[in-house]
């Protein structure tokens, strides 16, 4: 039977790991992440399921050839995920696997439901391939800010657009706390407005996971590709990974990865069918 572990038992889920996956597995069973773990034996893990915190997806991890598992998934999404989606507005299921393994069990076990799928991409940069000379000069209107707590508790009241870096960290962190302990971030602000913002979205061991977002109306002025670099030269003067993932079709995004000098790691397959 399919059951939930509480927080304090997520590390019995350690051996389940796939060590070249997602940072966002290592990052939630090492209790760094905030997201709810399912899994086949509440004692001796086999096979399980992460439903990230941030309702960005769903993993799959452990043995993909799990039969018991496998036969119960499809009544658990009905019975648990589809009760617990509706109540936070999700409407679609995007799972996928930390091994490629998963991929033919998640095919098959979702036949039917009209699956979709797409394909993502994993870059991490090594100091040796960080092209600094690319770093853009910006608008003089523009500044750029790191996020610390002084930064915080002196600009909260001071920028009118501030829940904006708030609800961008609360989405994959479980406390702003938390994330000014362990993550990194910038913004940068134009008249009193946050308009992009650049934070570790995941962090594991020394690896942090970029999360960029820029106001519609400040695109296309380098301005990601400024925080991206900020991002970088603090992550590798502290000898940390910087880490980016996005989808294959997301060309804006591979253009700032790889200008900065991000190389491919690995890809893998998401899923995804609606709930509704």
Not at 216 to 227: G, I, N, V, Y
């Amino acid at each position: 039977m399919i059951t939930e572990l509480n927080k304090d038992e997520f590390s019995k889920c350690k051996h389940l790991i796939n060590s070249q996956g997602q940072i966002e597995v290592k990052a939630v069973v090492g209790g760094i992440n905030p997201a709810r773990i399912f899994v086949d034996n509440r004692d001796y893990p086999n096979s399980g399921l992460i439903w990230l915190g941030n309702n960005d997806g769903f993993l799959f991890i452990g043995n993909e050839e799990n039969n018991e598992f496998n036969r119960e998934l499809n009544e658990f999404v009905d019975k648990v995920i589809v009760p617990e989606a509706q109540k936070i507005g999700l409407k679609w299921f995007e799972v996928m696997g930390n091994h490629p393994n998963w991929n033919k069990s998640i095919e098959k076990i979702f036949q039917h439901r009209h699956l979709g799928s797409w394909n993502q991409r994993v870059y991490v940069l090594e100091e040796a391939d960080y092209n600094q000379h690319t770093e853009p000069i910006i608008e003089q209107e523009y500044s750029v800010h790191k996020i610390s707590q002084s930064f915080y508790d002196e600009n909260k009241d001071k920028y009118h657009n501030f829940p904006f870096l708030e609800n961008r960290i609360l989405e994959s962190w479980s406390s702003i706390e938390s994330f000014l302990n362990k993550g990194i971030g910038y913004v940068l602000v134009y008249e009193h407005t946050i308009v992009s913002v650049c934070i570790s979205g995941f962090v594991a061991d020394n690896v942090h996971c970029i999360d960029i977002e820029t106001l519609a109306e400040h695109q296309r002025k380098k301005l990601a590709q400024k925080l991206a670099h900020m991002f970088v030269k603090e992550c590798l003067d502290k000898g940390m990974i910087p880490y980016w993932d996005c989808t294959e079709v997301n060309k804006p995004s591979i253009a700032v990865a790889e200008n900065v000098g991000f190389k491919r790691q690995f890809n893998y397959v998401g899923y995804e069918f609606s709930l509704e």
